[in-house]
T-cell receptor, first 116, second 113 residues
């Protein structure tokens, strides 16, 4: 158990809908990272937040957005869903802002999103 | 850009066999190298890492050596167990920026009793 929790575990929805994925980082960790894992794209970094502020951005679509709240939990919002958005979405947390080999990321168990 | 190439799986072995999973990388800077493991139904866990050339990372009987001359970071284990069945990801991260890992596609390992 990494200490990172994600809810829900599974989500099934329809095209065009909007969903929210939630992540609670390990106690004391200030950074939250979001990744998408799909069969065709592999594991892709989406976005990082550090202490409430956006820190780094990866291959995140404009239909997707995220935020980190004062209690450090984070939410990833996915809108106008398409079939191709079906994937595993992982959250990870780390103690610091990233940027060094000492700041290890700890991954949650993931949310499996299925878009029908 | 930065990239990681891993051997395609699945790799299927009998218990106590020797394991090698190949990983090569391309990086614009001087990367740190990682191996992560993903057990069924779980998130990724850091297995080992190396931050400079000729460093050897090791954990749980697994080891990998950072070879700058061949841009490689192959994962090895002398005697695998059924419990090692998982997906293994090689990754790199370059200092000086956000240090976000770039992952390979993953290699599935299946160990039979």
């Amino acid at each position: 158990d990494s200490g990172v929790t994600q809810t829900p575990k599974h989500l099934i929805t329809a095209t065009g809908q909007r969903v929210t994925l939630r992540c609670s980082p390990r106690s004391g960790d200030l950074s939250v990272y979001w990744y998408q894992q799909s069969l065709d794209q592999g594991l892709q970094f989406l976005i990082q937040y550090y202490n409430g502020e956006e820190r780094a951005k990866g291959n995140i679509l404009e239909r997707f957005s995220a935020q980190q709240f004062p209690d450090l939990h984070s939410e990833l919002n996915l809108s106008s869903l398409e079939l191709g958005d079906s994937a595993l979405y992982f959250c990870a947390s780390s103690p610091l802002a990233g940027g060094s080999s000492t700041d290890t990321q700890y991954f949650g168990p993931g949310t499996r999103l299925t878009v029908l | 850009g930065d990239s990681v190439t891993q051997m395609e799986g699945p790799v299927t072995l009998s218990e106590e066999a020797f394991l090698t999973i190949n990983c090569t990388y391309t990086a614009t800077g001087y990367p740190s190298l990682f191996w992560y493991v993903q057990y069924p139904g779980e998130g990724l866990q850091l297995l080992l890492k190396a931050t400079k050339a000729d460093d050897k990372g090791s954990n749980k009987g697994f080891e990998a050596t950072y070879r700058k001359e061949t841009t490689s970071f192959h994962l090895e284990k002398g005697s695998v167990q059924v419990s090692d069945s998982a997906v293994y990801f090689c990754a790199l991260a370059v200092s000086g920026g956000s240090y976000i890992p770039t992952f390979g596609r993953g290699t599935s390992l299946i160990v039979h009793p």
